[in-house]
């Protein structure tokens, strides 16, 4: 599948809407993590929101390769980019606030809840997409 701009937008935001508020749900009530907050559901919205901005780029330097393909070794780096880029966003340099203290946020929660949310949407958007809306594929990602 090669994706437009506006299926990804569609996918991603209906993915991190669903597959992320459901893993998140988890560390914002304790269970995974001992410190019970909401900060979890601000992290998965700066992902979402940012993201959409970091389509646009994803989507220009799709067009540049000669099969317009996005493979998912692509997809891994782009989470880690992502991740790096909202960890010190919020940690180091602080221009994305967060309703708890800098110091409360750990690298090993955010990196706990950032993997396994972007590791439960890329495992959906590789299955659970595919046979939901099966002409998903077909329509560059648009499933609206």
Same mark, same amino acid.
């Given at each position: 599948m090669t994706p437009t701009l506006f299926g990804r937008w569609q996918t991603r935001l209906l993915l991190l809407a669903t597959i992320g508020v459901v893993v998140s749900l988890p560390f914002a009530m304790g269970l995974i993590s001992p410190r019970a907050n909401s900060v979890y559901f601000w992290i998965l919205g700066y992902v979402?929101?940012?993201?959409?901005?970091w389509d646009v780029l994803y989507n220009y330097l799709?067009?540049? !390769?000669? =099969? !317009? =393909?996005?493979?998912a070794a692509y997809q891994l780096v782009a989470g880690i980019w992502e991740s790096v880029f909202i960890f010190c966003g919020v940690k180091l340099f602080g221009f994305l606030p967060i309703p708890i203290p800098k110091a409360e946020l750990t690298l090993g929660d955010f990196l706990l809840h950032y993997s396994l949310v972007w590791l439960a949407v890329f495992i959906a958007s590789q299955s659970l997409m595919r046979i939901i809306f099966p002409r998903w594929r077909f329509r560059g990602g648009q499933w609206l």
């Open positions: 979402a929101i940012f993201g959409l901005i799709q067009k540049s !390769r000669w =099969d !317009r =393909d996005w493979p």
